[in-house]
């Protein structure tokens, strides 16, 4: 079903969508918390809605970290920053969502870009009888979709569980010092325009520590490859919605690469329980596309 989403995309959007966006959306109309989730997939094909002058960038930094809000991950940030942006913009008018975007280092022609994005591709959801049609006074807080659609959308864990869903295989784990192993380097860091980045006087996150990212680049010199727009993931997160599950005794691995030990009396559970989210998950996707 993900598939055809991109290729309804693909074909009737103007903007080059990635193929995260429709596993995104999907789960995303199963598990009501459309808005985030709408807004992090249309960012894939927009370019940063944070900037930072050079001359600037410290100050920059720190207002881009101030819309983290205590949920380390980068990806909450932009959320953060676009839905305040559009809250202003619907209460206050554009003036006063300019002087917000000058203020806090956004950039305006990105949020505008990012904003259109969403309500085609909710417009694109709509013709295809995936999510109703909501009138302007029938939203909430200007969100993207019907208030039942958004019953979680506030539920950090659940949006951050989702992002990683989408965003998978792009999944890495501290492996010591300001490393990270992916499923297919030994060795990558975090870029330095992350909430989670650590300078050479700093340990770094603790060993074993869980992210999601979205996407990869070579640093200036090309010698080290740099994780962009990075999420700290739970490893409960991973189990249940990330690759193949293999367990032996109190391990589970996912992929044949990322091991987790699980306490004894757990591991049938969590196994079960993933099992049942495939279950309900699977089945809904069907009916969604058989509309």
């Known amino acids: 079903m993900h598939d055809r989403l991109i290729g309804i995309c693909s074909t009737d959007f103007d903007r080059p969508v990635e193929p995260a966006l429709g596993k995104m959306i999907l789960l995303a109309v199963i598990f009501r918390c459309l808005d985030p989730i709408m807004i992090l997939g249309s960012s894939s094909g927009v370019r940063d809605i944070f900037v930072a002058p050079p001359e600037r960038r410290a100050e920059a930094n720190r207002v881009r970290n101030s819309f983290v809000r205590n949920t380390g991950s980068d990806h909450m940030a932009l959320v953060n920053a676009f839905r305040e942006w559009r809250t202003i913009r619907d209460r206050d008018g554009m003036h006063a969502a300019h002087r917000f975007a000058e203020e806090n280092f956004l950039h305006r022609g990105a949020l505008r870009t990012l904003d259109a994005t969403t309500l085609q591709i909710e417009e694109l959801l ?20 019907h208030p039942s659609s958004n019953e979680f959308s506030d539920h950090v864990p659940l949006v951050k569980a989702l992002t990683l869903a989408g965003m998978y295989p792009n999944i890495a784990v501290a492996s010591g010092g300001r490393g990270f192993r992916t499923p297919n380097e030994s060795f990558s860091m975090i870029h330095p325009t992350s909430i989670h980045y650590t300078n050479r006087s700093d340990s770094g996150m603790p060993f074993g520590t869980l992210v999601t990212f979205t996407t990869k680049a070579k640093s200036n010199d090309g010698g080290t490859l740099l994780l962009r727009t990075v999420t700290e993931a739970r490893p409960l997160m991973a189990i249940l919605f990330g690759g193949k599950l293999e367990s032996s005794g109190t391990i589970i691995e996912i992929d044949g690469w990322l091991p987790f030990q699980v306490p004894p009396q757990a591991v049938k559970t969590t196994k079960d329980f993933r099992i049942c989210l495939d279950r309900v998950c699977i089945p809904s996707m069907l009916v969604i596309d058989a509309r």
């Open 126 to 145: 709509v013709k295809a009888g995936i999510i109703p049609q909501v009138r302007r006074h029938e939203r909430n807080r200007s969100e993207i979709g």
